[in-house]
């Protein structure tokens, strides 16, 4: 079937811009924390999404691919009809605060922390681009026989505590996409920064707070 991160693009909006296509090709198990993959994932495709312009959905498409490459390796890539980018943007594109997108749009950190997280579980993540030809990033996790525990592995510690938790972000398809992720937690959304402080103001305790570093007003 499905796999439920491949639900996310088309239940949080994507599928108002594109078409989302997944080609699903076996793949060896890998030793990793499904939560920090997921994480990953709803990245790749909220990037994706973002990249293409609303306005022709019968020919733009976002395209997830899972697959066993040519070492053995589980590989999953996410593909775009978008603009692409330039061999310079490409070279960038991971560096902390770097990003593509108009001014207001992101803070450049996303692909960042993809790139860290997928570090930390042994893998690697890159990309593919052609400025007017889209942009497939390439996601390559080790298999689990083949990875070896690092302390950081050891010492990883899963909560499972329900939280009240406050996202405050005027992209009304990122706020989904996270509410979805934080699925079993209690969650606020405010798409508007105004009305987040006033909820603060009136002395609303949450345990967490996400917020959007730029946003109009």
């Not at 991160?5 to 949080?12: G, I, K, N, T, Y």
């Not at 993540?125 to 996790?141: E, P």
Request: glycine share 10%; hydrophobic share 40%; with cysteine.
């Amino acid at each position: 079937g499905r796999p439920q991160w491949a639900h996310r693009l088309h239940e949080s909006g994507g599928g108002a811009a594109a078409r989302d296509l997944v080609d699903s090709s076996p793949t060896p198990p890998v030793a990793a924390d499904e939560t920090r993959v997921g994480q990953v994932l709803i990245n790749l495709l909220l990037n994706a999404a973002q990249a293409i312009e609303p306005g022709s959905p019968e020919t733009n498409k976002v395209t997830v691919t899972t697959r066993t490459d040519d070492e053995g390796n589980a590989q999953i890539d996410v593909s775009d009809t978008g603009p692409g980018m330039s061999a310079s943007g490409m070279a960038r594109i991971f560096e902390p605060f770097f990003t593509t997108k108009p001014v207001g749009v992101g803070t450049g950190l996303g692909l960042a922390i993809c790139r860290g997280l997928v570090t930390s579980l042994g893998g690697e993540l890159s990309v593919d681009s052609k400025v007017g030809f889209g942009s497939t990033f390439h996601l390559r996790l080790p298999t689990a026989s083949s990875t070896t525990t690092s302390p950081r592995s050891e010492t990883r510690t899963r909560y499972h505590a329900r939280a009240r938790v406050l996202l405050i972000d005027d992209d009304e398809l990122v706020l989904h996409a996270m509410a979805r992720a934080l699925d079993g937690h209690a969650v606020v959304c405010k798409s508007d920064p105004r009305a987040a402080l006033e909820l603060l103001e009136g002395d609303q305790a949450f345990d967490v707070i996400f917020v959007d570093m730029l946003m109009p007003g």
